[in-house]
């Protein structure tokens, strides 16, 4: 599909963006996701329940306190830039370590992203627990 | 005692004042109406899911819509659509309906969330399950449609809507 300018720099944003947001997750930086996320974003973790700002900005406390080594990428994005507004579906693989051993969890995630101000931030996070076989389409 | 000019300035800025709250009165009228559009629009596809009306998916899907299964699977729209018959056949009892929505109105697009209260028949026992779900609808030509979706089996007790 043929893209303008502006979808193409709106595409390239937001993957920059959700690259270094990844990236700084495993370091429980509250100042990322203060970032990251709007203050009227509707979150829903992989376990179903529907969070706040202030309940997701909660539960990045909790995550540094269990001292977990987890990283996280993205793989198979699929971004779809609308005016003003960009969607972005991806894969995201979690890598940690339990007792030596590593271990891998996948998870598709959905986020729509909205510029305000100049400022590309989420306004829905959609996350659900994948198999490690689910490939793209 | 009032002068001309602050008799002038004082009428600016009751003018001014006017325009601000017919603004915001404007805006919250429109959200409340973008609002009342997708519970609407919400309710009446869950409805019509059970019958496996392909037209019924092809109007409230957008050709470009991103939709991830509860499984964790993302599927495009042909997908959709060559499902929908094979879940009429093999869940003709089960149906479908919204609570706990919350809509977030962003001028031509806007974000729902909501739980899917799934009633279904197991083995001649009627159960209910839960699933989270957010859509991300787009106002193009006139018409809501849908542009990303996504499932997630929920808990029974995640009864909460957010604002």
């Given at each position: 599909?043929?893209?303008?300018?502006?979808?193409?720099?709106?595409?390239?944003a937001?993957?920059?963006l959700?690259?270094?947001?990844?990236a700084?997750?495993?370091?429980?930086d509250?100042?990322?996701f203060?970032?990251?996320?709007a203050?009227?974003?509707?979150?829903?973790?992989?376990?179903g329940?529907?969070?706040?700002?202030?309940?997701?900005?909660?539960?990045?406390?909790?995550h540094?306190?269990?001292?977990?080594?987890?990283?996280?990428?993205?793989?198979?994005?699929?971004v779809?830039?609308?005016?003003?507004?960009v969607?972005?579906?991806f894969?995201?693989?979690?890598?940690?370590?339990?007792?030596?051993?590593?271990?891998?969890?996948?998870?598709?995630?959905?986020?729509?992203?909205?510029?305000?101000?100049?400022?590309?931030?989420?306004?829905?996070?959609?996350?659900?627990?994948?198999?490690?076989?689910?490939?793209?389409? | 005692?009032?002068?001309?000019?602050?008799?002038?300035?004082?009428?600016?800025?009751?003018?001014a004042?006017?325009?601000?709250?017919?603004?915001?009165?404007?805006?919250?009228?429109?959200?409340?109406?973008?609002t009342?559009?997708?519970?609407?629009?919400?309710?009446?596809?869950?409805?019509?899911?059970?019958?496996?009306?392909?037209q019924?998916?092809?109007?409230?899907?957008?050709?470009?819509?991103?939709?991830?299964?509860?499984?964790?699977?993302?599927?495009?729209?042909?997908?959709?659509?060559?499902?929908?018959?094979?879940?009429?056949?093999n869940?003709?009892?089960?149906?479908?309906?919204?609570?706990?929505?919350?809509v977030?109105?962003?001028?031509?697009?806007?974000?729902?969330?909501?739980?899917?209260?799934?009633?279904?028949?197991?083995?001649?026992q009627?159960?209910?399950?839960?699933n989270?779900?957010?859509?991300?609808?787009?106002?193009?030509?006139?018409?809501?449609?849908?542009?990303?979706?996504?499932?997630?089996k929920a808990?029974?007790?995640?009864?909460?809507?957010?604002?």
């Open positions: 599909m043929l893209r303008n300018r502006n979808d193409v720099t709106a595409m390239r937001v993957l920059m959700l690259r270094d947001f990844l700084a997750v495993a370091q429980g509250k100042e990322v203060e970032r990251f996320f203050d009227d974003v509707i979150y829903t973790s992989s376990a329940v529907t969070m706040d700002k202030a309940a997701v900005m909660k539960t990045i406390g909790a540094a306190e269990t001292g977990s080594k987890a990283t996280y990428r993205a793989e198979d994005i699929t779809h830039p609308y005016e003003g507004m969607v972005v579906n894969r995201m693989v979690m890598d940690d370590e339990d007792d030596g051993r590593r271990e891998t969890a996948c998870f598709r995630n959905t986020g729509t992203f909205l510029k305000r101000s100049g400022q590309w931030q989420v306004v829905a996070w959609h996350a659900t627990k994948a198999s490690p076989e689910d490939v793209a389409k | 005692m009032h002068t001309a000019k602050s008799i002038r300035l004082h009428s600016v800025r009751s003018t004042l006017m325009l601000v709250l017919a603004f915001t009165t404007s805006c919250a009228s429109n959200h409340d109406q973008v009342r559009d997708l519970t609407k629009r919400l309710q009446d596809f869950l409805a019509a899911v059970p019958r496996g009306d392909k019924v998916f092809e109007d409230f899907f957008a050709d470009d819509v991103i939709y991830t299964r509860s499984a964790g699977v993302t599927v495009n729209k042909a997908e959709i659509i060559k499902n929908v018959g094979v879940r009429a056949a869940e003709p009892a089960t149906t479908f309906a919204a609570d706990n929505i919350t977030h109105p962003y001028g031509d697009m806007a974000v729902v969330n909501f739980r899917l209260v799934i009633h279904s028949e197991n083995k001649g009627r159960e209910t399950t839960y989270r779900n957010t859509g991300t609808f787009l106002k193009r030509n006139g018409k809501w449609q849908v542009v990303a979706w996504q499932s997630t808990p029974p007790e995640d009864a909460k809507a957010i604002k």
